[in-house]
């Protein structure tokens, strides 16, 4: 698990008229990481970056374990509904034109291969999004915060590129720079 804590307090802006709180803190946790990876997974055995969590991997919790879940790349309706977390820090996005579907971001792809992230994302009510990070210099998080050693947890084997998953890079000494490979 994570090897700090979070020291300061977050003060938040606060409505003049009402004294509403408007912005708040979304932090990336345990359960985000948890949904990356299944969308990951998901997106990686699907072969295309496009993924719509509640036709193609919602399913109910009692019938697999939860680790076993993940590992197959499928969401619990709970988990479906808290796919807002990882949106607000940049992991996944929505597709507008397909009603639904999300795509794992190259941002999300270089998390899960262990890129560090500010942990602290402020949200904006009156916005309706991300509006930055609190303390982003000091509350970094990558992958391994996440992982105990007993997941069996080896990452990604793809990249994102133009919307594409690039699943193997191979040099070859006749200057062949990219492979892409589709992974049906």
């Known amino acids: 698990m994570s090897s700090f804590r979070k020291q ?28 990356l990876k299944a969308i990951a997974v998901a997106i990686r055995k699907k072969g295309i970056n496009a993924i719509h969590p509640r036709k193609e991997m919602e399913i109910d919790s009692k019938k697999i374990d939860h680790f076993t879940m993940i590992a197959e790349g499928h969401l619990t309706s709970n988990m479906v509904g808290n796919l807002s977390r990882p949106r607000f820090h940049g992991l996944i996005a929505r597709i507008r034109a397909q009603t639904g579907n999300y795509c794992l971001t190259r941002k999300g792809a270089k998390f899960l291969k262990g890129e560090s992230y500010p942990r602290y994302a402020i949200i904006s009510k009156r916005l309706g999004g ?53 992974p049906q």
């Open 8 to 35: 300061e307090q977050y003060d938040p802006e606060v409505c003049d008229h009402c004294a509403q709180q408007i912005t708040y803190l979304i932090p990336i946790d345990k359960g985000c990481v948890e949904i």
């Open 130 to 182: 991300n509006i930055g990070y609190w303390m982003s210099e000091k509350y970094q998080v990558n992958i391994k915060d996440f992982t105990s050693d007993e997941d069996l947890w080896e990452g990604i084997d793809f990249d994102i590129v133009e919307g594409k998953i690039v699943i193997d890079i191979v040099k070859d000494p006749k200057g062949q720079k990219q492979l892409f490979i589709n």
